[in-house]
């Protein structure tokens, strides 16, 4: 399948901003950790929340890495046109982020400020690693992805700002639950802005698109549509509203399976 909406993506322009963005973010990161803004801030937040619980937890389900993969996989008109960039982003953020937390393992808030200084939302990890945000990551990954695929289409920019606008929320929503530190969100941006674009020069010389439009590809996708079904299944949150978007997006993936199986193989039995 041709690769030509990768390759008409202005590699350098991608990049420099990228890096350029990246660094911002290492900056700023380094800064609200080397001084005492990051608890300052940490207080603040929980002190006076702006949104209430039930709408954070929704707000932060958008982060969710496999919801994320899942908006990718359905906003491309086919399979093959973005596929093969979202699942080398994907991947290569997973493992990343992990990497970072275990070789810089900074605790997480509740266990330097206390449960009772913050208004924790559905339970979140108190003792793992805490940077980067891997939600953080997976947020502005896709609103990076979508815009500029988006962008290709004619989509005005108020509603590209409008997807970053959204993005930079669900990214946020990790310090409103008390998951991460707001240096943990910058450091998920700035990795972002560098995986983002690490996946798109791997792209630009090596893609899978030509694989994943075989019927080996076929079958790929359905199943990775299966596992993220699955997966969303598993309740993450206390609040019925989260739940329900779940169990939705959850049919949804199994009904992009069906659709894929009805496409490819169905008709080539009847």
């Given amino acids: 399948m041709s690769n030509s909406f990768i390759h008409s993506i202005p590699a350098s322009k991608l990049a420099s901003l990228s890096i350029g963005l990246a660094l911002a973010c290492a900056a700023l990161c380094a800064f609200l950790i080397s001084s005492n803004v990051n608890q300052i801030l940490m207080l603040a937040i929980h002190s006076s929340p702006i949104l209430p619980p039930s709408l954070w937890a929704l707000i932060n389900l958008g982060g969710d890495a496999w919801v994320v993969l899942l908006t990718l996989l359905i906003i491309e008109r086919r399979p093959g046109e973005i ?65 500029v695929l988006l962008r290709s289409r004619g989509v005005q920019f108020v509603y590209l700002t409008l997807i970053a606008i959204l993005a930079s929320l669900v990214a946020w929503a990790r310090v409103a639950v008390g998951a991460h530190w707001p240096s943990d969100v910058i450091a998920g941006a700035g990795l972002a802005f560098g995986v983002v674009v690490t996946a798109h020069v791997w792209e630009r010389h090596h893609s899978w698109n030509e694989w994943l439009s075989q019927p080996q590809g076929h079958s790929f996708l359905i199943v990775l549509h299966t596992l993220i079904a699955f997966h969303l299944t598993v309740t993450q949150s206390e609040f019925a509203v989260v739940q329900f978007v779940q169990f939705n997006l959850a049919c949804l993936s199994l009904l992009k399976a069906f659709l894929l199986f009805k496409e490819n193989f169905w008709k080539s039995h009847c």
Avoid: E, N
């Fill in 83 to 147: 596929t093969s960039w979202v699942l080398k982003t994907w991947l290569m953020g997973a493992v990343l982020s992990q990497f970072i937390k275990h070789l810089y393992p900074l605790p997480r808030p509740a266990s330097v400020l206390g449960i009772d200084s913050l208004s924790l939302i559905d339970h979140p990890p108190l003792h793992s690693g805490s940077m980067p945000s891997g939600h953080a990551l997976a947020a502005i990954s896709c609103a990076l992805i979508a815009s």
